[in-house]
């Protein structure tokens, strides 16, 4: 009888240098930064923005956007909510392995269930997951609507398109939320100063 698959017969093998090891070489902490709202809410831009405030400052961050990784690791998945919560479980346990190995992982998805957030969050030590909530109206991203997206939506031509006729849930209680500042829009550096001060309160910066 095959034996592929059983958990009973896979074992786990211990690294010798751990990730403390690691962190003490890159003088930063290991985590991850996850990054979530409806498309066009700013999600990419905050992505790219943080990553290369964090290499000014010398630290090593990797990105994880949500169309890139479906053109590779999740490019065999589709957008059925079967489909969204296996996209984010792959990221998720991508995200896993960048933060165990030292580095600061950006994950930049809309993620729009919060029960498949949460099974992220899970799989990090305490306070190792920071939730980023791109808190944008909706009216908003659709306005920006920087791929067309919403316009195929409004006319039939996706279905099951996130904030249109497939649900968002926001996050209960996220570490970080960014939002219109007396209607207005915090730039890219303003919002990256918000999450690389939470960062530095809380000592990722350093090992």
């Not at 930064?33 to 961050?61: D, M, Y």
């Not at 306070?127 to 609507?145: A, H, S, T, W, Y």
């Amino acid at each position: 009888m095959s034996t592929v698959g059983n958990p009973a017969n896979i074992f786990w093998h211990e690294n010798p240098v751990g990730k403390a090891e690691r962190e003490k070489l890159l003088n930063q902490q290991g985590c991850v930064v996850w990054i979530t709202g409806l498309s066009g809410s700013g999600k990419s831009t905050l992505a790219c923005s943080l990553g290369r405030e964090l290499q000014s400052r010398g630290k090593l961050s990797y990105v994880l956007d949500g169309d890139n990784l479906r053109h590779g690791l999740n490019k065999n998945l589709g957008f059925s909510p079967e489909s969204r919560t296996e996209n984010i479980r792959r990221t998720g346990e991508v995200a896993k392995l960048f933060a165990d190995a030292g580095l600061i992982c950006i994950a930049s998805l809309i993620s729009p269930y919060r029960k498949d957030r949460d099974a992220c969050r899970a799989l990090l030590p305490d306070k190792k997951f920071i939730e980023v909530f791109m808190n944008m109206p909706l009216q908003l991203c659709e306005g920006r609507d920087p791929k067309g997206l919403y316009k195929l939506a409004r006319e039939g031509k996706i279905k099951g398109f996130t904030g249109i006729d497939d649900p968002y849930e926001p996050p209960l209680n996220c570490e970080i939320e960014i939002q219109l500042k007396d209607g207005v829009i915090p730039t890219p550096n303003e919002m990256t100063e918000q999450v690389v001060s939470y960062m530095e309160d809380r000592g990722f910066l350093e090992a």
